[in-house]
């Protein structure tokens, strides 16, 4: 194929992308979570019905439960609400649960639908959000940005993001070496009601297995024996009648005629006298039962087991046990921990809906408590019937997850799991830095623990999540991001896939003895991770369930995975998985091909169009494994199934806006990733509607001369950060030592780097318990230029006591004049109040220059009656020391702001904006930069924007070319002339423009120093910290220099006069600390005199006292 | 190698530092003086193109620096904002109406102190009131504010002193409105240099570049000349009788194409007392009073310092 219709085929990109956004795997999964996993949690046989103890007629029963669209009640007036109306007035942005019950009510059966049991925070962009599905201009009447990647929630008016959380993957069986050099097989079973981890482990030459509830591992013959398989020789088929199997379990079944275990009944005797915590005693069953419950329902527990038929559960141990023989061979056997065929990612539907289910659970319970109380008691004949409904305590389920969302700790008391650091903030930085942290990926190991294994790239990572996007420091490699394409699956049914497989001619496993199983040619095939049953004609199953699947009869999201070597079929529906779509290739053909593109650009079909007639299909990592992918079209070969859509989608969003990211050392993009979220620039079309607590913003955002088409995509190129800078590459002045930038200050008078900073500061009127509330007073009069500081600091005041729209305010002039009551205890009129009867309460401005007060906001909400939010902007052309970087990586602070005139100019009369040291290249070896330094000078010429998307982009001899036929050096090096000699520059100079970010990071935010100022009470020494007002602490490095030096008096100086100096009264002739003039230990003022001691000191020797220790001070006169 | 040329090589200019006084060349002042040549190339509206030769580079440089930041123009400086309901925050928008050119000649009017009243001596008042409305049928005006929207404001008497003020150019752009939203301005012009602030400035850029002096170092004929024309982007080569020539060497913007792969044919040289000024005013000033101003500014400045030589000639040494 030629070049131009591989190009076209990149279409696919923004059109999958169109279609379902960049947080499309959040929605998705809560969606999922509101329509259906809610119904299967009510439905569940131990959650939907409540019965009680006491009166066997009483019953509660759910019937159907539904999240109706978000609104807000109050003074009793039911009203929608939008998400923004929730950010400004601090609101949940939240929606009713309702649930249709049944219950007995005397003796009358009762019926109510719609009754509210709870509100269910919604997430933004899901099915019940009032934004879904809405044009710009809809959403523009709801003040909000058509750009906002959604997918977050609002709770209390703070938008929270419930971060993807990866996990090894549940219920599958993992094999791995520990650190005694045993292989241990391990599964770690998870359904909705229970968790428990099973291990098979071989210890020697003998195979155990392991589990929490047991105290002591228990040999594995035992296990089988137990669960009902008496013959050894059935134990060997089960596991395998090749000699290696019968050799490695000979030991194992030894063990058993040792400790003379022959029949269940003994097994199972030895198993429940190994059983923790037993209960046994208190209900009264015996060791036996008891065991054989534990084997049932806890060991294995997502096998399925009804009437203790164990035998599923007897072939999956089979299975386990051949995999830790199979590894105790064959170390290569080994599954790799870091593999992301392993790995689950769950989303915010999955955990709110374990959160839900717990909260559910516990309000049921709460609910029978109360039902068994009040059936408990004698009835009483007369009054109403008892009334279920008024048992039922709304506030729990909508606190329960509010608290855990807005806090992000999770804890879900049945499986006895808390987790911590769930939701986040969503920063608002930068729009890239609110994209990046919705495809962020957090994972579970501890950050502490120097392990490599999790941090580093893994093969099988490859397009699914971003090489580069990754934090420097302790969380490298274990937070990550998602690549541009990476969907994440969500649950779908098994049923449909397993009566499709066996209708396929899957057979049943139950119906073959062990050893047929593992006869040669027969493949057993596995349902997401459960054993189904063997198939003899592998490829037919495999293909026709592929087929099944690109026709679009079942999910496009279920995989098919043959694993030749184990003889194994893997299909998987389940959710967590990462999979990413591909073009299928059939007989070395694209099944894309120009018409469909063509059709795609005439607006005739979208992106599902091309997987629902299978032209396009998604692979998740395991059947990335069964697949042949080619990079491009001219790799496709005879085996080739499929074609990547396009390299760059690699790499995640954040990486995706570096031009020419492919030419740059790696670390560079990783380093690109983390500031390109730290760049102010535009942060939505209702920036200036917001009410954040600060927003950092640009004045003259520029869209980048060379573009990525993921900047197209994500639309950065709507929504930047950053300027088109003119950079000439040369030494200047020596200021630009380390990185260091020069500025134009004609540059920066006409815009360049202008940020405002916007800020936000509350400001409530409470009211207290006694009915009393804060008021706002009319500010004093000022009189004359000169009032003193106590009276100017109110002159921005309107005459209502609150800030005037447009006044200019410094560090601590007032905005809201309030007052609060003293009294906050007794019943006290309001209007019997005089003056006397409230203290002033000011709310005062803080920051560091003088800051224009923007707008007011007033607003109440149902926990604050009088909310008073001041906005002010602060607008900073750049200074010394700001930070500015381009988009690889370098960054640097202004170390000159230079007059134009002195800065160099060509022979056009251009001149630069900024001056970079050429010293930043050869080490850092950003060639990426050089490159977009010549291709935006020629698009410069041409009027276009350039592209330097990863693995393609324009070319460096193409820009070059443009160059020339411009007049302009063909390697973008240009005569210049010296602004301060006048004379020619002795070299050419490299120069053009270059995207550079302003950083967040400013002095203005930075500056500090102090003289003297706060202390802070306990131990008088001078505060600490910026915020603080404190002083610069002299650490003990400094000391031990004035140390070195000899410098006594300095020393004492700083530490002591300078600091906490404390002039204590000591008892010359007991030696302890006397209190003003007089030694209480003595009783007498004679022999005190007066030590300077630094304050710590002297209350060290009180501490000291306090516990029984005396300190005692020999005094001497030198 | 001539010391009045740099040469332009593949890898680097070579030979651009004068280091010798230029009196050390056996010439005397008059010499020198007399040498001086000043042709203009082209005069437009917006700007002016000059030939200076005989000068130093610092005497050329001075001139363009004095145009850039120190000839004086009248711009916005104080802005009482009586409303701002645009989506532009006050600050930027002051900002943006700082940078409009204003179509007033500085020469009339006086620097105004810090502490000194605006008066007609000092300022130039204009008014700036937008109002974006929905009529009835819908459509909607008054949703660009342009600098053409600045109404001047005479202090008494500056009518019929000065004439006419206004903008130099009606269609900036200041901010977009949306219905019932409006800007409410009164705008105060100063004098001042661009040294202070790049709004004072009066040129959009001054600059010079040094006249190319294009050799051929051998015969170029045939094939190579053909190719030798075709490089040059700016057509400096030409092709006469089969023999390559230089036709136009002014047209050099010095991309050393022509020496790219093969610097034998070409000889690329600067001359060093040769400036092609280019100045392009911002509207207030005409580019020939531009310079004139410099001139005059940097003779201001050569007095003061000839002044202050005197003096301390005269003062004894003690
Ligand atoms: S330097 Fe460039 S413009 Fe000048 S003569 Fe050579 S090719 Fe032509």
């Known amino acids: 194929m030629s070049q131009n219709s591989h190009q076209e085929q990149n279409l696919l990109i923004p059109a999958f992308l169109q279609l379902r956004g960049l947080v499309k795997q959040h929605i998705d999964s809560y969606d999922y979570f509101l329509t259906t996993d809610i119904k299967q949690i009510v439905s569940s046989p131990s959650n939907c019905c409540v019965l009680s103890d006491y009166n066997p007629d009483f019953y509660l029963k759910y019937k159907d439960i539904r999240v109706l669209m978000p609104s807000i009640e109050e003074d009793a007036v039911i009203s929608s609400i939008t998400p923004h109306e929730c950010r400004l007035r601090d609101l949940t942005y939240a929606a009713p649960i309702e649930v249709d019950i049944e219950y007995i009510k005397g003796n009358k059966i009762i019926c109510r639908s719609g009754l509210e049991i709870g509100m269910m925070p919604i997430m933004l962009g899901c099915c019940n959000c009032v934004l879904r599905n809405k044009s710009e201009e809809e959403l523009a009447k709801m003040l909000e940005c058509p750009y906002d990647p959604r997918g977050y929630f609002i709770i209390k008016g703070v938008e929270k993001v419930i971060l993807i959380q990866e996990q090894a993957s549940k219920n599958r069986i993992i094999v791995e070496i520990d650190s005694k050099n045993n292989v241990v097989a391990q599964v770690t079973s998870s359904t909705h009601e229970k968790k428990s981890r099973t291990v098979v482990q071989s210890k020697g030459s003998k195979i155990y297995m392991k589990h929490n509830t047991l105290s002591e591992d228990i040999p594995i013959a035992i296990v089988f024996k137990a669960l009902g398989v008496q013959a050894d020789q059935e134990i060997f088929q089960l596991v395998g009648t090749q000699k290696q199997y019968i050799d490695a379990l000979g030991m194992s079944l030894q063990e058993c005629s040792i400790l003379n275990i022959l029949t269940e009944k003994q097994a199972l005797r030895f198993i429940g006298s190994k059983i923790k915590n037993s209960k046994a005693a208190k209900t009264g069953r015996t060791k036996i039962e008891e065991a054989r419950d534990v084997l049932a329902t806890v060991v294995l527990s997502h096998v399925p087991c009804e009437n203790y038929d164990f035998r599923a559960k007897i072939r999956y141990l089979g299975i386990m046990v051949r995999k830790v023989i199979d590894a105790m061979n064959d170390p290569k056997k080994v599954d790799d921990r870091d593999y992301y065929g392993n790995k689950r990612l769950e989303l915010a539907g999955q955990l709110v809906g374990l959160l839900f289910e717990d909260l559910f659970k516990r309000f049921n319970s709460d609910i029978k408590k109360h039902v068994d109380k009040i059936f408990s008691k004698p009835k009483s004949s007369k009054g109403e019937p008892f009334d279920v409904i008024t048992a039922m305590n709304k506030k729990m389920i909508t606190e329960g997850l509010n608290n855990a969302i807005s806090t992000g700790n999770w804890s879900l008391k049945r499986f006895k799991m808390e987790r911590a650091g769930v939701t986040e903030v969503l920063s608002r930085l930068s729009y890239m830095s609110a994209l990046g942290m919705m495809t962020r990926i957090n994972s579970q190991f501890e950050k502490t623990r120097k392990i490599s294994g999790p941090r580093s790239l893994q093969g099988s990572q490859f397009g699914m999540i971003c090489p580069s996007d990754t934090p420097e420091g302790e969380s490298c490699g274990l937070v990550k991001t998602l690549a541009l394409t990476t969907h994440i699956t969500i649950d779908q049914p098994e049923e449909q896939i397993s009566k499709l497989a066996f209708s396929l001619g899957v057979e049943d496993a139950s119906l073959f003895s062990g050893d047929e199983l593992y006869s040669p040619g027969v493949f057993r095939v596995f349902l997401n991770g459960q054993p189904l049953g063997v198939h003899r004609d592998a490829d037919f199953l495999i293909n026709s369930l592929r087929e099944i699947r690109r026709k679009g009869k079942i999910s496009e999201f279920v995989s098919v995975v043959k694993v030749e070597e184990e003889q194994q079929i893997h299909i998987a529906c389940d959710g967590g998985r990462l999979t990413r779509p591909f073009i299928i290739i059939e007989k070395c053909k694209s099944k894309v091909e120009p018409k469909h593109i063509k059709e795609l650009t005439l607006g005739l079909r979208n992106f599902d169009d091309f997987v629902n007639e299978g032209l396009v299909e998604y692979l998740d990592v395991n059947e990335e494994n069964n697949a042949v992918i080619a990079m491009r079209h001219e790799n496709i070969s005879e085996d080739t199934t499929h074609l990547e859509i396009d390299p760059f989608t690699i790499l995640g969003c954040v990486a995706g806006l570096i031009p020419y990211p492919h030419h740059n050392q790696s670390p560079r993009n990783t380093y690109q990733c983390a500031m390109g979220k730290q760049a102010l620039g535009i942060i939505g079309y209702n920036q200036f509607l917001r009410v954040d607590t600060v927003l950092y913003l640009l004045a003259y955002s520029q869209t980048p001369m060379v573009r990525t088409k993921t900047i197209e995509i994500v639309n950065y190129d709507k929504l930047p950060a950053g300027h088109n800078a003119s950079v000439a590459v040369m030494s200047y002045s020596g200021y630009d030592i380390e990185d260091a930038i020069i500025l134009n200050k004609a540059s920066s008078e006409r815009g360049f780097g202008r940020s405002l900073i916007v800020k936000r500061q509350n400001s409530d009127l409470r009211r207290y318990n006694n009915g009393l509330s804060d008021r706002l007073v009319m500010p004093p009069v000022i009189h004359g230029d000169n009032p003193p500081p106590s009276i100017k600091k109110f002159h921005a005041l309107d005459k209502g006591g609150i800030v005037a729209v447009g006044s200019i305010v410094q560090t601590g002039d007032v905005l809201v004049n309030k007052e609060t009551p003293v009294n906050k205890v007794d019943d006290i009129e309001m209007s019997k109040l005089t003056d006397n009867d409230f203290k002033p309460s000011f709310t005062c401005f803080k920051g560091p220059n003088p800051t224009q007060v923007n707008r007011l906001f007033i607003a109440c909400n149902p926990e604050e009656p009088f909310l008073i939010k001041t906005v002010t902007i602060e607008t900073r052309p750049p200074e010394l020391g700001d930070k500015f970087s381009s988009r690889h990586g370098q960054k640097g602070v202004v170390g000159l702001i230079v007059q134009q005139e002195d800065m160099p100019f060509n022979e056009q009369g251009w001149c630069p904006d900024m001056i970079m040291n050429p010293h930043g290249f050869p080490s850092r070896m950003t060639v990426g930069k050089l490159i977009e330094l010549v291709a935006g000078k020629s698009g410069v010429f041409q009027g276009k924007f350039k592209y330097g998307t990863a693995f393609a982009g324009d070319k460096v001899i193409d820009c070059g070319e443009i160059l020339v036929k411009n007049g302009f050096n063909y390697t973008g090096k240009d005569v210049l002339m010296c602004g301060t000699s006048g004379e020619l520059v002795g070299a050419y100079i490299f120069s053009g423009p270059l995207y550079y970010q302003k950083l967040k990071h400013m002095v203005a935010d930075k500056m500090h120093a102090r003289a003297i100022g706060p202390k802070t009470a306990l131990t008088r020494q001078p505060t600490e910290g910026r915020a603080r007002e404190g002083g610069l602490r002299l650490g003990e490095m400094e000391r031990d220099c004035l140390i070195g030096y000899g410098a006594a008096s300095l020393i004492q100086e700083r530490l002591m006069y300078s600091s906490d100096v404390f002039i204590a009264s000591v008892c010359e002739s007991c030696g302890n600390l006397g209190y003003e003039q007089w030694c209480q230990f003595c009783k007498s003022r004679l022999n005190i005199v007066k030590v300077k001691m630094p304050y710590a000191c002297k209350l060290l020797f009180q501490e000291l006292q306090a516990m029984n220790i005396r300190p005692k001070l020999n005094l001497s006169s030198s | ?318």
Not at chain 2, 22 to 47: C, R
Not at chain 2, 64 to 81: G, H, K, Q
Not at chain 2, 213 to 222: C, F, R, S, V
Request: charge should be negative; aromatic fraction near 6%.
């Open chain 2, 1 to 318: 190698m001539d010391a009045n040329t740099a040469y332009l090589t593949q890898n680097t200019p070579e030979n651009v530092h004068t280091v010798e006084h230029p009196l050390s060349g056996g010439k005397t002042l008059e010499e020198i003086l007399s040498n001086i040549e000043m042709t203009i190339i082209e005069e437009k509206e917006e700007h002016l193109i000059i030939d200076l030769v005989g000068i130093e580079a610092p005497i050329a440089n001075a001139l363009r620096r004095i145009m850039l930041s120190e000839v004086p123009t009248m711009a916005i400086e104080d802005i009482n904002l009586w409303q701002n309901t645009s989506v532009i925050p006050d600050e930027v928008l002051a900002h943006r109406i700082g940078l409009i050119p204003i179509d007033a000649d500085p020469r009339l009017f006086k620097f105004k102190h810090p502490n000194e009243e605006h008066s007609s001596e000092n300022c130039i008042c204009f008014k700036l009131h937008a109002v974006c409305r929905r009529l009835e049928d819908g459509s909607i005006v008054g949703d660009k504010v342009m600098s053409g929207d600045l109404q001047w404001q005479p202090f008494p008497n500056q009518q019929e002193r000065f004439g006419h003020f206004k903008p130099v150019h009606d269609d900036i752009i200041i901010a977009k409105l949306g219905p019932g939203q409006e800007i409410e301005a009164e705008l105060f012009c100063e004098k001042g240099i661009g040294a202070t602030h790049t709004k004072w400035s009066p040129v959009c850029t001054a600059s010079y570049r040094l006249a190319p002096k294009i050799t051929l170092k051998k015969e170029i004929a045939g094939e190579n000349a053909i190719n030798l024309k075709n490089k040059c982007p700016m057509g400096v080569f030409d092709v006469k009788k089969g023999k390559a020539v230089v036709k136009n060497p002014r047209n050099c913007t010095s991309c050393r194409e022509c020496i790219r792969e093969d610097d034998s044919m070409v000889s690329l040289a600067k001359v060093k007392d040769h400036f092609i000024f280019t100045i392009e005013t911002t509207g207030a000033l005409s580019p020939r009073d531009i310079f004139r101003e410099a001139i005059k500014e940097l003779r201001d400045k050569a007095a003061f310092w000839l002044d202050k030589i005197n003096i301390y000639k005269r003062t004894p040494k003690s």
